[in-house]
């Protein structure tokens, strides 16, 4: 385990990896959901009920663009409570993963693509967790 500050530089180098690996890792649950013939659709706007077709663009994006948010919020945290900011980012990005899980589950569409939708969310969470947080103790 990690004693004494931990570097933000650190932590941000972490991002890359754990991006890539996480959009690659929705980039074929999204391949493999389109083969297999699942409706993948989103909500044309927030809090809409028109549904558009969910293109593979918006899942690196938003996948990269969750994973940046959750290294900036660990690195505050760090910077705000030393080692013990992981503590509170780990709780935080479950909790978050956890929250994130209804919104597919809410939706209009079949069962398949909420299944694929909530893998691909997991995937985000895990990634967050595991591959941020829990590997800048080591």
Not at 18 to 43: C, E, H, K, R, S
Request: net charge positive; aromatic share 6%; glycine share 10%.
């Amino acid at each position: 385990m990690q004693s004494g500050p931990i570097p933000a530089a650190m932590v941000w180098r972490r991002l890359l990896p754990v991006a890539a690996g996480a959009a690659a890792a929705n980039a074929v649950l999204w391949g493999l959901g389109t083969l297999a013939g699942a409706d993948l659709q989103i909500p044309s706007s927030p809090g809409s009920d028109q549904l558009q077709e969910l293109s593979i663009v918006p899942v690196l994006v938003v996948t990269v663009a969750a994973l940046a948010l959750a290294t900036l919020l660990l690195s505050l945290l760090l910077k705000g409570f030393g080692p013990r900011g992981v503590l509170y980012y780990n709780l935080t990005a479950v909790g978050l993963c956890l929250l994130s899980l209804a919104a597919p589950l809410m939706l209009n569409i079949g069962w398949g693509a909420k299944v694929l939708l909530v893998l691909m969310h997991l995937v985000v969470g895990a990634a967050a967790f595991f591959g941020l947080g829990r590997s800048i103790l080591r």
